[in-house]
Nanobody, 122 residues
Framework: QVQLVESGGGLVRPGGSHNLSCAASGVITSINFMGWYRRTPGNPRELVAGVRSDGTTPYADSVKGRFTVSIDNAENTVDLQMNSLKSEDTAVYYC????????????????WGQGTQVTVSS
């Protein structure tokens, strides 16, 4: 079983910076995607940023130029560096990974972290 453990949530002032980290544990033979989603009350979960196996890095339009996602394939970790934070970035942030746990598996298994709250407020 794969587990995703997030760290780094907290209270940040507007304009400040903050970093989120996520570590995947368990048997992982390959990764198709690792990244971050977020959800605010009353809204569906939305993609913030991630890294695909082809090296592409999709970002939400609202965070382009402010957030940077990076992955360490050797450690199975994904970080989200958030700069110039705004109040509208306040949300619960979820780590997501699409992985295979066997070289003989077909398709990808989808895993989620428990979520970490980021609050941007003065």
């Amino acid at each position: 079983q794969v587990q995703l453990v997030e760290s780094g949530g907290g209270l940040v002032r507007p304009g400040g910076s903050h970093n989120l980290s996520c570590a995947a544990s368990g048997v992982i033979t390959s990764i198709n995607f690792m990244g971050w989603y977020r959800r605010t009350p009353g809204n569906p979960r939305e993609l913030v940023a991630g890294v695909r196996s082809d090296g592409t890095t999709p970002y939400a339009d609202s965070v382009k130029g402010r957030f940077t996602v990076s992955i360490d394939n050797a450690e199975n970790t994904v970080d989200l560096q958030m700069n110039s934070l705004k109040s509208e970035d306040t949300a619960v942030y979820y780590c997501n990974a699409e992985v295979r746990t066997s070289d003989y598996a077909f398709g990808w298994d989808d895993y989620w972290g428990q979520g970490t709250q980021v609050t941007v407020s003065s």
